[in-house]
């Protein structure tokens, strides 16, 4: 499970009307509300994956073709009616995209040395850290769960979660004092969300 960690800056010449408690107090609770936001998800990606419709999609045949064009369709549905997927898609078992919401990636996009098809290749649901999308080149969160048909993993569901989505409706709203705001890092301390979008992914406060 990715671990995030919110954190508050100050403009320069910015003035703060709140204890450095209260501040830490909104900082703890924000980076609780997008841990469970994102466990939330994870949920998403698990209940979806055991529909049998992704199971049948990585048969090579007849069958498997028709369940794909089904398994198309579902994908851009889920993805219209949630709206925080940048994308949604099935991987086979050698993690080639066979179904997406994103016609444009089907069969041209393939992840098996990423860590979170790994992850649910073996079994586990898996939320990565932050990583650049393949199909986008955003900075986003891949959260992966096994396709498993007859106790075997024949694929894998992946939803592509879009740091936009989570930082505008996390961390953008907040304000602390006149020119306060909020940003976010991972583990090893990268700026994953920040109202700055220049420093996302390019800065790491760990190394300063």
Excluded at 4 to 24: C, H, K, P, S, Y
Excluded at 28 to 52: G, M, P, V, Y
Excluded at 71 to 99: M, P, W
């Amino acid at each position: 499970m990715a671990v995030f960690a919110v954190l508050f800056g100050l403009l320069v010449g910015g003035l703060v009307w709140e204890t450095l408690d209260n501040i830490q107090q909104r900082a703890d609770s924000t980076a609780k509300s997008l841990e469970s936001w994102i466990r939330d998800r994870q949920f998403d990606l698990k209940s979806w994956s055991s529909e049998e419709i992704y199971a049948k999609a990585t048969k090579p045949s007849i069958i498997g073709k028709a369940a794909r064009a089904s398994a198309n369709e579902k994908l851009v549905r889920l993805k219209s009616d949630y709206g925080y997927y940048e994308d949604l898609f099935l991987a086979d078992a050698q993690g080639k995209s066979i179904a997406s919401s994103t016609a444009a990636v089907i069969g041209k996009i393939n992840v098996k040395d990423r860590a979170y098809f790994k992850g649910a290749m073996a079994g586990n649901a898996f939320v990565s850290d932050v990583a650049v999308s393949r199909g986008s080149g955003n900075p986003v969160v891949f959260i992966a769960a096994p396709v498993v048909d007859k106790s075997q993993v024949k694929g894998v569901l992946a939803g592509v979660v879009s740091i936009d989505s989570f930082s505008s409706q996390f961390i953008d709203p907040i304000k602390i004092g006149k020119s306060g705001y909020a940003f976010v890092i991972n583990n090893s301390g990268l700026i994953i969300a920040h109202p700055d979008k220049s420093k996302i992914m390019k800065e790491n406060i760990g190394k300063l």
